[in-house]
């Protein structure tokens, strides 16, 4: 039909040629046409059906196990997020986006889609500079299921579901890697916690913990074991902010707490922040804070563990 304009007979002869590339399977094909019209349809800021078409994409290319042209086509669509943003639907496609990362598994490529996420997640108001808490989520329980504990664990720090995270941690503290360190596994993320500022996720995930596992099923102290105790006065203190009261809870507990020589510097973090505590003499301009969201991050670019040698991550902990 010469009566349409031309931009518009052009679109759907593109169209037209991805539908037979499809039809007959025939992927590089396909995933070029995709490419072109990622860039004919952004030009005419036709941004909605774009989305629409390059998610078609993405689920096409999942059926057939095309991992990679997945984890390009993502790319795209997180641009097309970019430029549309603010936007109504952005949980919605975080789910979306989330079950796509899974979907891709731990690819190489699928890191570089996954930074690219975080930072577009961030830039909603409720995301908080490391990404929106519910992509973390997801994260967490993708890389739990492939067997990354360590990872997972980066994860579940930023994701505020407490409930979640001390479940994965139950998990984790049943297997025969961490045994005898039910404590310690609970005590670093709590610690963690509290120096990125989660108090109301630290609570529930302690509590959580604490009632679920088999081998402490309990709703409040006194607990067996010495650390937990330290734990929940640690978490009831937080709200107080007595320097005092914190400095002789640390002297009393310091046996336990010397059990992993990390500990020491969250504490000292956890002082400042809630019992205003003088800051020790900077040895490098981010301390500790800057540590945990710096190894975070270092977490996301190195190469994903494979489920051999993921349990080598047990390691970390020491």
């Not at 800021?45 to 993502?74: C, P, R, S, W």
């Not at 310091?254 to 504490?267: M, V």
Request: net charge neutral.
């Amino acid at each position: 039909n010469m009566s349409e304009p031309k931009s518009v007979r052009g679109v759907s002869r593109i169209v037209k040629k991805l539908n037979e590339a499809l039809e007959a399977q025939n992927y590089y094909e396909a995933h070029q046409i995709y490419r072109s019209i990622y860039y004919r349809y952004t030009a005419q800021k036709n941004y909605e059906e774009l989305l629409e078409m390059l998610h078609k994409g993405v689920n096409y290319f999942i059926g057939y196990y095309q991992k990679t042209i997945v984890a390009d086509l993502t790319s795209l669509i997180v641009d097309v997020l970019e430029k549309t943003t603010p936007r109504r639907d952005h949980d919605e496609w975080i789910k979306r986006l989330g079950g796509i990362l899974k979907e891709i598994g731990p690819i190489v490529e699928r890191e570089a889609v996954l930074t690219k996420i975080i930072k577009w997640s961030s830039s909603m108001n409720s995301g908080g500079k490391l990404g929106h808490p519910m992509v973390h989520k997801i994260m967490g329980q993708v890389m739990w299921l492939e067997n990354n504990p360590e990872q997972a664990k980066h994860h579940f720090l930023l994701s505020k579901d407490g409930e979640g995270f001390a479940q994965m941690l139950i998990q984790m503290s049943i297997t025969k890697a961490y045994r005898g360190e039910i404590d310690l596994i609970i005590a670093q993320v709590i610690l963690q916690q509290l120096c990125l500022k989660e108090t109301p996720t630290a609570q529930q995930t302690f509590s959580t913990y604490t009632k679920q596992h088999p081998e402490i099923l309990a709703e409040q102290p006194p607990y067996s074991l010495p650390l937990l105790n330290f734990l929940a006065f640690l978490l009831k203190l937080a709200k107080s902010g007595k320097l005092e009261s914190f400095k002789t809870l640390c002297d009393l507990y310091k046996r336990s707490t010397d059990r992993d020589p990390s500990y020491e510097k969250y504490l000292q973090k956890i002082g400042i922040l809630y019992f205003g505590a003088p800051a020790p003499p900077a040895r490098s301009n981010h301390g500790i804070f800057g540590d945990l969201v710096n190894q975070f991050f270092q977490g996301l670019e190195e190469e994903p563990t494979s489920s051999t040698n993921a349990a080598g991550g047990v390691n970390d902990l020491d």
